[in-house]
C-alpha cells in the first residue's frame, strides 16, 4: 500500500512541475527541453516616491532643513521635485555617504540637528506680516527692532547693519521682467550682479551703496510685493547662509483663507497682580477658550470678568494673601514706555523669569489706539507698561496675526497698549481697588507680574 501511494505521489509531482515548466511531456527517452528562466528581482522605489510618501509636515520639514544647510534653494512648499531630490543627494554627498536620494535615519537627525543649531544661532522664526498678509522667515536675533507704516514692514539690527524690508505697491499691467528691469534702477546706482526672472518671480542681488542686497517679489493682480535683505559685507559669512532659508520660507501671497491663524493648544501670557488676595488682570484673548487657566507658581484661576471692548480680562486665584500688587497710579507716557512681562518658556529655555523691553507708543490712524514698536514678544500679552518715571502707563497686548486678507489704508498694530485710566475704570466696576500713589512703581513691576497658562483642547 506504501509503495502504491509513494508512486501516486511522485506521478502528481512530477505533472505539476511539468505543466510550471511549460514543456511537452518526454517521449520514448528523449532529452527534456531546457527552460529559459528570468530572475525576479524587487521593485526599487524611486527617491520622489519615497519623498511623496511622507506626511506633508515631514517634506515641509525636510525642505526646510536642507534650506538651512545650503543645498536647497526653492520655495517651502512640501511638494516633491527634482530640486529638492538632487538637493538630498548633493546633502549625502556632502557628508560623504551615498547620493541616494533618500535619508536614511541617522542621516535625516544629523540634517535636523544641524538645521537646528543654525536656526537657533540667529533667532529663526516664521512670521505673518500684519500690514500685507505675507508669510517670511526672521532672524530675529539678527534684526530684532520692527517698525511698520501702510507701505509694509522693516526688521532692523540696532545699528542698521542687518535690514530685511517687506514692500508692497501698486503697478499697472505688472510683469516679473517689468518689474526686474525698475527694481534694478530704484535707488539709483544698484549695481546688480546676479538676475533671475520667471514668471511668477523673480530675483536680483547685488551691492546698494557699500551693502549687499537680495530681493525676491512677484504679483497677484496689481499688488506687488518685494522683500529686500540688505547687508553690511563683513556680515557676509553670517547672512548669506540665511538668506537661502528666507528665500525659501517668503510666501508673499498665502493660500490659506483669511481669519486668524489656529489657537495654540498651551498659550502663555503675563498678568498683573492688583490685589493681595489673588486679584490679576490680563489679555482678554489670552484666556479665551481654556478648558483650564493656570497662574506660574500658583493654582487654578478662575476668569471672573472681561471687557471685550478694550481686550481685558480679570482672573482670581482663591488662597492666596502675600501677593505684590502694582502701583497703578496713572503715569505720563508720550513717546516712549517699559514693559515688564514674562516670555513663553521656549524662548527663555524652559524659564519664567520676569524680563524688561523698552518701546515707542504712536496713535493708530484716528482711532485713538496707542501702538507699542516693536511689538514684544510670545508671553508679553497682558504685561504692564511704565512712562519715564516708573509709572503705570497701560497694559500691552499683542494682536492674533492675520494670516490673509485684503489690504487696508491704515494697517492694525501688532500690539497696542490700553491706557492706565481705561485699566482702572475695569478694575471699579468689578469691585478692585487698586493701590496707588507709590514713589518707587519700577521695583515692583517684576515681583508684581505672573505667568497666565490657558490650556485649550
Not at 478694550?310 to 486665584?317: D, E, P, Q, S
Not at 524680563?355 to 500679552?381: C, E, H, M, R
Amino acid at each position: 500500500m506504501r509503495s502504491v501511494l509513494s508512486a501516486a505521489l511522485l506521478v502528481a509531482f512530477t505533472s505539476v512541475c511539468a505543466q510550471a515548466q511549460m514543456t511537452q511531456p518526454a517521449t520514448g527517452g528523449a532529452k527534456p527541453k531546457a527552460v529559459a528562466t528570468v530572475p525576479i528581482r524587487p521593485a526599487v522605489q524611486a527617491p520622489a516616491d519615497t519623498a511623496n510618501a511622507m506626511a506633508q509636515a515631514e517634506r515641509l520639514a525636510l525642505q526646510s532643513d536642507l534650506a538651512w544647510v545650503g543645498e536647497y534653494n526653492g520655495a517651502i512648499t512640501g511638494d516633491v521635485s527634482e530640486r529638492m531630490v538632487n538637493a538630498i543627494k548633493e546633502y549625502q554627498k556632502a557628508k560623504g555617504g551615498k547620493p541616494t536620494g533618500v535619508l536614511n535615519p541617522q542621516e535625516r537627525s544629523v540634517l535636523a540637528e544641524t538645521a537646528r543649531r543654525k536656526q537657533d544661532g540667529v533667532g529663526w522664526k516664521l512670521v505673518t506680516d500684519s500690514v500685507t498678509g505675507a508669510r517670511l522667515g526672521i532672524p530675529l536675533k539678527l534684526v530684532p527692532q520692527q517698525s511698520s507704516d501702510a507701505n509694509g514692514t522693516k526688521w532692523s539690527s540696532p545699528t542698521g547693519t542687518v535690514q530685511v524690508l517687506l514692500t508692497r505697491r501698486k503697478e499697472a499691467g505688472p510683469t516679473t521682467a517689468k518689474l526686474a528691469e525698475l527694481e534694478k534702477k530704484d535707488p539709483p546706482g544698484r549695481a546688480v550682479d546676479y538676475t533671475v526672472v520667471k514668471p511668477d518671480f523673480f530675483v536680483l542681488s547685488g551691492l546698494q551703496g557699500l551693502k549687499k542686497f537680495y530681493l525676491r517679489g512677484t504679483f497677484k493682480g496689481d499688488e506687488v510685493r518685494i522683500m529686500t535683505i540688505l547687508y553690511d559685507q563683513a556680515m557676509e559669512n553670517i547672512v548669506e547662509p540665511v538668506v537661502i532659508a528666507m528665500s525659501s520660507a517668503f510666501a508673499p501671497f498665502p493660500a490659506q483663507a483669511g481669519g486668524p491663524p489656529p489657537r495654540k493648544t498651551v498659550d502663555y501670557g503675563t498678568g498683573i497682580v492688583v490685589s493681595r488676595d489673588g486679584a490679576i488682570v490680563t489679555d482678554r484673548e489670552v484666556v479665551d477658550g481654556c478648558v483650564a487657566i493656570t497662574i506660574g507658581g500658583f493654582t487654578h484661576a478662575d476668569r471672573v470678568a472681561e471687557d471685550k471692548e478694550h481686550g481685558l480680562a480679570l482672573l482670581r486665584i482663591y488662597g492666596a494673601d502675600k501677593l505684590t500688587p502694582l502701583d497703578l497710579a496713572p503715569g505720563q507716557a508720550k513717546t516712549a514706555v517699559e514693559l515688564t512681562g514674562i516670555l513663553d518658556p521656549q524662548s527663555q529655555g524652559g524659564g519664567a523669569a520676569a524680563s524688561n523691553v523698552k518701546a515707542q507708543i504712536a496713535q493708530v490712524g484716528g482711532s485713538g489706539d496707542l501702538a507699542l514698536s516693536p511689538p514684544p514678544a510670545g508671553g508679553f500679552s497682558g504685561a504692564p507698561a511704565l512712562d519715564g518715571d516708573g509709572h503705570f502707563a497701560g497694559l500691552a497686548l499683542l494682536k492674533p496675526a492675520v494670516v490673509a486678507g485684503p489690504a487696508t489704508a491704515v494697517p492694525a498694530a501688532q500690539a497696542v497698549l490700553v491706557q492706565a485710566e481705561i485699566v482702572g475704570e475695569f478694575l471699579k466696576a468689578n469691585g478692585i481697588t487698586a493701590i496707588g500713589g507709590s514713589s518707587d512703581a519700577r521695583t515692583d513691576a517684576k515681583a508684581s507680574v505672573v505667568r497666565v497658562i490657558c490650556v485649550r483642547k
